[in-house]
């Protein structure tokens, strides 16, 4: 019987990682529902594109005050239980959005169903960093990972049918009901990994000087990458339409990118697993990326583009959130999660108000595109500059320190 405990508790891991992704959709769901209603709400409410923008990033905002007391309240309730309520708050927040009636209450439900994503994000991440640390990391995170860009594709397709059909606030519904299933899932089903033999390690709050740079650093890569690909799903549809397409059709051409995702990101993340050349895989990848980002405004090219994007371009997610596991101690991760992401957040609050300040200010929505480009540049030059600064800590840092550094 102790023989095959491994054994069970490696398959174990796998079935709470499905059941992760498929709770997880809902949080790319709701997310993208102002994306995928913005020409509505223009057309109904007057809105220019900064207040889109300002609505879109108002998701993000949240992350900067509440990261940081969220992870500090892992200390006193379970995993479990705050990415239940965590969902719980986004589909309340949906709720509050779908009876909007002018800017205040979509704002207002924007920042609770943020305030949600950021409870659901940090422990959806430190339950599967705890279930496969050391295993196949980059390979499950990207895996978990696809979940956000699974929903947003599939919010893409789904929402602009629901506002065609029947009315743009029948997004926001549905998009809160999947919140709320998921909330339910994980309240009724997810249960922690085996406590490793020995004596238990203490949760711990604060981290030290230099877990602190690698975890800052590594939630600026994170963090400039998803606002390059938040960036295109919002602004790139506009570039098609622009181009002549309609609406629905650009919408669905630009999802493509996040479909292939799904089946990409988990393929780079093995393949960096299996060779350990992370850093090559991921500057190949966005080098691909870069190059569709900025021929997307040949609008007849668009579907080999938005392939492109996805297959290549946005593969590397999975190894870019391996980061956050080489950044800080184990006993230190829910508090270093909270770090983590109120630099993360800092980044995804101020990127979509930026892309469309320079859309308005050069009426061209490819404007927003190239700024999306230059965020997955600097995306790679962070990697890049992520090993070196761990090794040089590493051999500066005490006997003690070093094997967790090294």
Known sequence: MPASAPDATRAARWKILALLFVCRVSLGLQFQTLGSIADPLVVQFGFNYIEIGTLIGLFMLPGLLLSLPAGWVGRHASDRQLVATGLVLMALGGGIAALAHGFGLLALGRLVAGAGFVLSTLYFTKMVVDWFAGLELATALGILVMSWPFGIA?????????????????????????????????????????????????????????????????????????????????????????????????????????????????????????????????????????????????GKWAIALSLAFGLIGAAPAGIIMSLTGQSMAPQRRAFGMGVFL????????????????????????????????????????????????????ARRASPDDAPRLA
């Not at 988990?266 to 900025?294: E, K, N, P, Q, Y």
């Not at 109120?342 to 061209?364: H, N, Q």
């Open 154 to 298: 599939a919010g893409q397709v789904g929402h602009a049918w629901l506002a065609a059909t029947f009315d743009w606030r029948a997004t926001l519904i549905f998009a809160s009901v999947c919140c709320a299933a998921g909330a339910t899932a994980v309240a009724l089903t997810y249960h922690s990994p085996p406590a490793p033999a020995g004596a238990p390690v203490p949760a711990a709050t604060g981290l030290p000087r230099d877990e602190l740079l690698l975890t800052l650093l590594a939630a600026a890569v994170w963090g400039m990458f998803n606002a390059g690909y938040v960036v295109y799903l919002s602004f790139a549809p506009r570039v098609l339409v622009a181009s002549g397409y309609g609406a629905t059709e650009a919408a669905s051409v630009i999802s493509i990118a996040s479909w292939v995702m799904i089946f990409s990101v988990t393929a780079a993340g093995s393949i960096a697993d299996r060779t350990g050349r992370h850093a090559t895989v991921l500057c190949v990848c966005l080098a691909a990326g870069i190059v569709s980002l900025l021929l997307l405004q040949h």
């Open 342 to 393: 109120s630099f993360y957040f800092l980044i995804m609050t101020a990127a979509p108000p930026l892309a469309g300040w320079l859309c308005d200010r050069t009426g061209k929505p490819f404007t927003a595109i190239e700024f999306a480009a230059g965020l997955f540049a600097a995306t790679g030059l962070g990697f890049t500059a992520f090993g070196p600064l761990k090794r040089r800590l």
